[in-house]
């Protein structure tokens, strides 16, 4: 096993609304050093939420990096001493409208570890009630049901792209235990 680097030094390259990206040089042991950039993100949540069985809901909205607009699992950034329930059931009230009688976490995974720290904690919302968005000033959100099958179907046409919504479907069509082992205390 390959032990952890001696990190030498840490800069701050950039601070935003959403990230920030430092530049840490590291000491291997075997004398060698290497520069890595790193993207710093206070974590995430990604949101199943089940109307019925059969059927999720999906939120569609343009994603300026890429260019187009996608369907995807409700999802957002978490808030500083947020816990990951909370924090998941608020973002999908503020994207969906919708509000959900039970809900558990099942699982939390690295999204880009070879250059973002960023965490994302997957959660089970059931028990759907109906109510009113809440979108951010940026936020164009079309919010609409679809069963598993369509969802498959959307990511053949290839409109579902992202890995969130694609390890959501996995998860619907599984056996719907534990998705990955929480990391969150890592």
């Not at 009113?132 to 936020?139: C, G, I, P, V, Y």
Request: with cysteine.
């Amino acid at each position: 096993m390959e032990s952890k680097p001696q990190v030498i030094s840490s800069h701050e390259r950039f601070a935003g609304r959403v990230f920030s990206v430092r530049t840490d040089e590291l000491a291997f042991d075997d004398g060698g050093t290497a520069q890595v950039d790193i993207v710093e993100h206070r974590g995430s949540y990604a949101v199943i939420a089940t109307p019925s069985e059969d059927s999720v809901v999906l939120v569609r909205q343009y994603r300026h990096p890429v260019g187009r607009s996608l369907w995807e699992v409700p999802a957002g950034t978490a808030e500083p001493g947020e816990d990951v329930l909370g924090g998941a059931l608020r973002e999908l009230a503020e994207e969906t409208g919708y509000r959900a009688a039970s809900a558990r976490a099942i699982g939390s995974v690295y999204m880009t570890p070879g250059f973002c720290d960023e965490i994302m904690h997957f959660v089970h919302a059931a028990g759907l009630l109906p109510g009113t968005q809440s979108l951010d000033e940026d936020e164009r959100i079309t919010v609409q049901n679809f069963t598993i099958d369509e969802m498959a179907q959307l990511v053949r046409s290839g409109e579902i792209a992202d890995a969130k919504t694609l390890l959501a479907l996995l998860w619907l069509q599984g056996s719907r235990g534990e998705l990955a082992p929480n990391r969150a205390d890592n």
